[in-house]
């Protein structure tokens, strides 16, 4: 299973990095890694303009990272178009690793696009109880919060379930603006 580590849950510096592992950059200028990166794209639920998404690629590619995570990506058939556009643009600027970040299950012209799909993104007290109904062996899953002596089960319990991707931490989420106040 490939490990993508979210902007929120950085590797120690102990941990030895291969080829299957990503990491999540917030920023263009903020390469914490020379490992591979992807720059996140916050797609706010499908409310940002195209024009300032499409200029955060270009701002990525100009970066030099090897693909994107499209991050609170829609998942109902209203946002396919201009993800579409998204990955499409990613495409002819020579980022082809995409990763869509819904959190949830998508509907299923998402699958037309050829990208990784995260289909799970949340604590561990809901993944336990998690049903896993309209996800696919190969999507990934980011379980947080799970407590430290649990991490090597919830790796497991995320084998189990088919993922292809993702992260077991017991980092929590990042807590936006909105959320702090």
């Known amino acids: ?3 993508l580590f979210p902007p929120y849950a950085h590797p ?3 941990l030895e990095l291969d080829a299957e592992t990503w990491i ?4 263009p200028g903020d390469r914490r890694t020379l490992h591979q990166s992807l720059g996140r794209i916050d797609l706010d639920w499908g409310s940002r303009s195209l024009a300032d998404v499409l ?8 970066d030099g990272v090897e693909g994107l995570f499209l991050d609170r990506a829609p998942a109902g058939s209203g946002g396919v178009g201009p993800v579409a556009l998204t990955v499409r643009l990613a495409a002819r600027r020579g980022l082809h690793r995409v990763v869509l970040n819904p959190g949830v299950p998508t509907h299923p012209l998402y699958r037309d696009l050829g990208v990784r799909i995260c289909t799970f ?3 561990w007290s ?3 109880s998690w049903d896993g109904d309209g996800v696919r062996p190969g999507d990934g899953h980011i379980v947080y919060g799970v407590p430290a002596p649990l991490l090597t089960a919830a790796r497991r319990l995320m084998g189990r379930r088919g993922a292809g991707f993702g992260l077991a931490t017991d980092a929590g989420p990042r807590v936006g603006a909105s959320a702090a106040s």
Do not use: C, I
């Not at 999540?24 to 920023?27: D, H, L, S, T």
């Not at 200029?55 to 100009?62: F, I, L, T």
């Open 1 to 3: 299973m490939k490990t």
């Open 12 to 14: 120690s510096p102990e």
């Open 24 to 27: 999540v950059r917030e920023q």
């Open 55 to 62: 200029a955060d690629v270009d701002a990525w590619r100009a």
């Open 121 to 123: 993104e949340g604590p």
């Open 126 to 128: 809901a993944y336990q």
